[in-house]
């Protein structure tokens, strides 16, 4: 379920006309909802084309936390930054405190807006496991927020959006000066950054978490004495620059190398970033239209249109990975079904990136009845194609294997707007920055027939995606 938002008409422009933009604060101020509460006065702005990255390098500073998230093939993208409203949640009940936090968040909003399919929107990222493993933990296991600015991309449009709170006393002055020097900021400034040059790839050190061919082995081992038929594996590689990593390029470079793929970056407010590129959509609800993918099994890509097709081909006819992806399918449609559901999936297909390609089923469902897209995340993470099977089973192994937490890797990343509507991916394909270093992380399905070796090959196959992109 989600909460309608009431909707107030204004006068066209409304920031551009600094008076007219103060007179709305001042309305805000004696505004309350029932219970008291002051509400969230949202309300948005039509503006030119902009490079979302351009903006994510002039607010970084300001405003360390963020959310960045774009898919050039489906022509969208958004950034939001700052604060209005945040929840962090941890537990087996941090899926449902989030929803009930969204729920809550979203009926103190009034919109003030004309433009249609443009709603507050709120960001959410959860960790892999819902309490925390080794050492602190740079995010939380669940958390909410409603950005304070965000520009939005859809296909030829762009907006800029504000939430805001107005409380009695507040220094209107001050507020109105801060929405209106953002929207000067994303509406006029033209890209005049400077880019330091990266240095030498040989100067680059490079250090793997733990033995991953060990863990392969051991993990075989218990998979043949039935303890579980599946498990994946994550490797971390740590990466020290003898410079600091510049996080726009490192994400201009993703973008530009996958873009088919969704590019996103999340913030905390200690200067980390996990910042990737995941071909890997967990859930897409858009008129009460649901669209999950199973994705599992995976090979290279081809170096001439004739070894790609065979490599393609080899794919398709693998018993050992098309096991692995059907063990995914049948998990995605039997929990949508315990969800009260009725999934259709599509014929199995070929997605096809740049570097790799992987089995890919589709799967679609129609959402009959109300049904809060965190709800259903909470139902499918984590899928097999990030853990294994039987799902419970392999996440107790996962960290008894892995020398390292998880955090943000392979766990759900989106966001979800007040009309319903939302979009989760799996944080896979993906690195943890902060200042000179980075921790890249990439998985394996590991099950019977698997060879250690080829497994690292293939690990190494993603980790060479992300290396490309940083350096």
């Not at 082995?217 to 003898?242: E, M, Q, Y």
């Not at 590129?277 to 004739?306: F, Y």
């Not at 199995?348 to 570097?355: A, D, V």
Request: aromatic share 10%; proline share 5%.
């Amino acid at each position: 379920m989600f909460s309608a938002v009431p909707i107030i008409s204004y006068r066209d422009h409304l920031i551009k006309d600094r008076k007219e933009l103060y007179r709305l604060l001042q309305d805000c101020q004696s505004l309350r909802k029932e219970n008291g509460e002051s509400p969230i006065i949202s309300f948005c702005e039509k503006i030119s084309p902009v490079d979302l990255l351009d903006i994510f390098e002039r607010i970084k500073s300001e405003y360390p936390i963020h959310f960045y998230w774009e898919n050039i093939q489906e022509e969208e993208g958004m950034l939001g930054y700052g604060v209005t409203s945040s929840g962090d949640f941890s537990g087996q009940q941090r899926f449902e405190r989030s929803q009930t936090f969204i729920q809550s968040c979203q009926r103190r909003i009034i919109k003030l807006d004309r433009f249609t399919g443009v709603t507050p929107f709120l960001f959410c990222s959860f960790s892999f496991f819902d309490t925390p493993g080794h050492g602190t933990q740079p995010f939380s296991a669940g958390r909410i927020i409603l950005p304070r600015f965000a520009a939005i991309k859809k296909g030829n449009d762009y907006f800029f959006q504000t939430n805001l709170i107005v409380n009695s006393g507040d220094n209107l002055e001050v507020i109105s000066e801060e929405v209106y020097k953002n929207y000067r900021l994303i509406q006029y400034s033209k890209n005049n950054l400077v880019y330091l040059p990266k240095p030498a790839t040989s100067n680059y050190h490079v250090y793997p978490s733990y033995n991953f061919q060990s863990a392969v082995t051991s993990a075989l081992t218990s998979i043949a004495a039935g303890r579980f038929s599946k498990i994946v594996l994550a490797h971390a590689l740590d990466v020290v620059s003898p410079a600091v990593f510049q996080v726009g390029d490192c994400l201009r470079n993703l973008r530009g190398r996958y873009p088919d793929c969704y590019t996103f970056s999340i913030s905390n407010d200690k200067g980390q970033h996990f910042i990737g590129a995941s071909p890997e959509r967990l859930l897409s609800i858009e008129n009460q239209q649901l669209i999950t993918d199973a994705l599992a099994g995976s090979a290279p890509r081809g170096k001439t249109p004739g070894e790609d097709e065979l490599l393609a081909a080899k794919l398709l006819n693998n018993e050992k990975e098309r096991r692995e992806h059907q063990a995914v399918s049948d998990f995605i449609t039997q929990r949508l079904y315990e969800l009260g559901l009725t999934p259709q999936c599509s014929p199995l297909k070929l997605l096809k990136l740049s570097n790799i390609q992987h089995l890919w089923t589709p799967i679609y469902a129609s959402l009959k009845t109300p049904l809060h897209s965190l709800e259903i995340v909470n139902k499918l993470h984590p899928t097999p194609a990030v853990a294994g099977v039987p799902t419970e089973a392999a996440c107790e192994q996962i960290r008894r294997y892995e020398s390292f937490d998880r955090s943000l890797y392979a766990a759900p990343l989106g966001w979800v707007d007040c009309d319903g509507n939302s979009k989760f991916i799996v944080g896979i394909r993906s690195a943890l920055i902060y200042d000179n270093q980075a921790r890249l992380y990439a998985g394996a399905g590991i099950v019977k027939g698997s060879d250690p070796v080829k497994e690292l090959g293939e690990i190494q196959l993603k980790f060479q995606a992300l290396f490309k992109a940083l350096v």
